[in-house]
């Protein structure tokens, strides 16, 4: 099983410049968020999507943009990529199982700098 | 903003040693789960608690839920250089939205031979 897959597992950008992060799931989630993890600072939620078609900000929205037209797919946007955007990024997923307990099941990640 | 605060934030012991994590926080929790993550992966869960006191274990390692469902702790018996890595605790708050969790910053462990 494929599980979460992200793509570019790496990426050097330049300030300003754009790019989108890839996401797709193969378990049917409904469920499926972006999290960016830094140095220390354990994950911060940026967005989240409960199905296709509907996303919500997290806790650090700001710089960064999500689409959900699929079930499958959860892009993340970053339009004017800043230094402060150098992070690991992490996709995942997730369904409500039987003791309503949100397991979430993580991509392997995208490490980002901008310079 | 609720937060979940881990401690110790690195550990590094020798291979045998026993070991405890902690986490904790000012509000309850629906549910807490315990995830490790190795260098260049994702997280990968371990375990997931929802009632007070409750406790699991998963080989060496024994969760724990505390009665007031405020805090959990993790331990590891006999620690092995294969246990090292980053371990995150999560809560998803009661009264809150299940299919949010909120992260602690981290335990980075190191287990020498």
């Known amino acids: 099983n494929a599980g979460v897959t992200q793509t570019p597992k790496f990426r050097i950008l330049k300030i300003g410049q754009s790019m989108t992060l890839q996401c797709t799931q193969d378990?049917?989630?409904?469920?499926m968020y972006w999290y960016r993890q830094d140095p220390g600072m354990g994950l911060k939620l940026i967005y989240y999507?409960?199905?296709?078609?509907?996303?919500d900000k997290g806790e650090v929205p700001n710089g960064y943009n999500v689409s959900r037209s699929t079930t499958e797919d959860f892009p993340l946007r970053l339009e004017l990529a800043a230094p402060s955007q150098t992070s690991v990024y992490f996709c995942?997923?997730?369904?409500?199982?039987?003791?309503?307990?949100?397991?979430?099941?993580f991509g392997a990640g995208t490490r980002l700098s901008v310079l | 903003t609720q937060l979940l605060e881990q401690s110790p934030q690195f550990l590094s012991i020798q291979e045998g040693e026993n070991l405890t994590v902690y986490c904790n926080s000012s509000?309850?929790?629906?549910?807490l789960q315990w995830y490790r993550q190795e260098p260049g992966e994702g997280p990968v869960l371990l375990v997931t608690?929802?009632?007070?006191?409750e406790v699991k274990k998963l080989k060496r390692l024994t969760f724990q839920f505390g009665d007031a469902r405020k805090d959990s702790s993790l331990h590891i018996t006999a620690a092995q250089p294969g246990d090292t890595g980053l371990y995150l605790c999560?809560?998803?708050?009661?009264?809150?939205?299940?299919?949010?969790?909120?992260f602690g910053k981290g335990t980075l462990l190191t287990v020498n031979p």
């Open positions: 378990m049917n989630h409904n469920y």
């Open positions: 995942a997923s997730s369904r409500r199982d039987r003791v309503t307990s949100n397991i979430q099941y």
């Open positions: 608690v929802v009632t007070g006191g």
């Open positions: 999507s409960v199905g296709a078609g509907i996303t």
């Open positions: 509000s309850v929790f629906s549910s």
């Open positions: 999560a809560g998803a708050w009661s009264g809150g939205s299940n299919y949010k969790l909120t």
